[in-house]
């Protein structure tokens, strides 16, 4: 699971602009358009089909970061204005995954396995969230008594204590996803092209069932199971990048490496899934049209 730690940075603006800094952010703004519009004929303008399927070829999906993202307004909302504002404004820096991750490192955790969030290793206590090594409830109470305890200001442990609340509650987590049309679509069309297609995908067990509710476009085609088989580390104990996660898969599946795709937005996890020698994807969340064009020129072989 990627992105899950947001807090809103570019809604908040306190800084002067020069005018350098504006023509920057003008050129900034200019190349996000173009990046949309790329996206947008992709999407409206598909010139190259998907071949249908004729073998056993496995597509192997993450789920953050390939069809979900986070929605930063309900993160946002979720940790609140006023924290951040405040924490802003004693600290003199805005709130960053890095900060959080350094403040957690230390927390007394249950695994040993090791895990990445946008290429940043990810806290013990959190890959025990991740991978249910705890109850929920331990987990909560280790962060908020780590987080209470440490030298900072209370400006950032009430910032840390909203975001890790926000993170570990399944409802309020669950209310800061929200889906990448285009990865969808995708879906959509593997599934209509005859695909096998799987999960696994780093999530936590306590909020899995809320996001299958709240996005049946993802896991249900034209009123059948979009997958074959959902694998997530919450469920069994174990987590990507680690080498047993991808094995455990292809086992239970009965997925032979050759015939898989596996598609994810963490290069830790691709590097992986290449050491099994399996085919990869290295997908980019702001642009989900080279995914497609280069599962187009695997699945054409």
């Known amino acids: 699971m990627k992105n899950f730690i947001f807090f809103a940075i570019l809604l908040i603006n306190i800084n002067y602009v020069s005018p ?61 204005m006023a924290t951040i504002l405040q924490y802003v404004a004693t600290n003199w820096q805005l709130p960053s995954q890095a900060r959080l991750f350094q403040i957690l490192e230390s927390v007394p955790a249950e695994s040993k396995f090791q895990a990445y969030n946008q290429g940043i290793l990810m806290p013990q206590i959190m890959v025990d969230w991740q991978c249910s090594s705890q109850s929920l409830l331990s987990i909560q109470l280790a962060m908020n008594r780590h987080i209470k305890n440490s030298a900072i200001s209370d400006a950032e442990k009430n910032l840390l204590l909203q975001t890790t609340a926000m993170m570990t509650n399944p409802e309020k987590f669950i209310k800061t996803r929200k889906t990448i049309p285009a990865g969808v679509a995708l879906l959509h069309e593997l599934k209509k092209a005859g695909y096998k297609l799987y999960v696994l995908s780093n999530w936590d067990a306590a909020s899995f069932s809320l996001l299958q509710k709240k996005f049946p476009e993802i896991f249900i085609h034209n009123d059948e199971n979009m997958f074959d088989g959902i694998m997530i580390s919450g469920k069994i104990g174990t987590l990507k990048p680690e080498r047993s996660m991808f094995e455990k898969c292809l086992t239970e599946f009965n997925i032979t490496p050759a015939h898989a795709i596996f598609i994810d937005d963490t290069i830790e996890n691709i590097q992986a899934a290449d050491n099994l020698e399996m085919n990869t994807i290295h997908c980019n969340p702001q642009d989900i049209a080279p995914v497609r064009n280069k599962l187009i020129k695997i699945l054409s072989k």
């Open 20 to 80: 350098l800094q504006a023509q920057e952010n003008h050129i900034s703004e200019y190349q996000t358009m173009m990046t949309y519009i790329s996206s947008y004929i992709w999407q409206n303008q598909i010139v190259d089909t998907i071949p249908s399927s004729s073998n056993d070829t496995a597509i192997i999906f993450d789920l953050d970061g390939v069809v979900l993202t986070t929605d930063k307004l309900q993160a946002f909302q979720e940790i609140g």
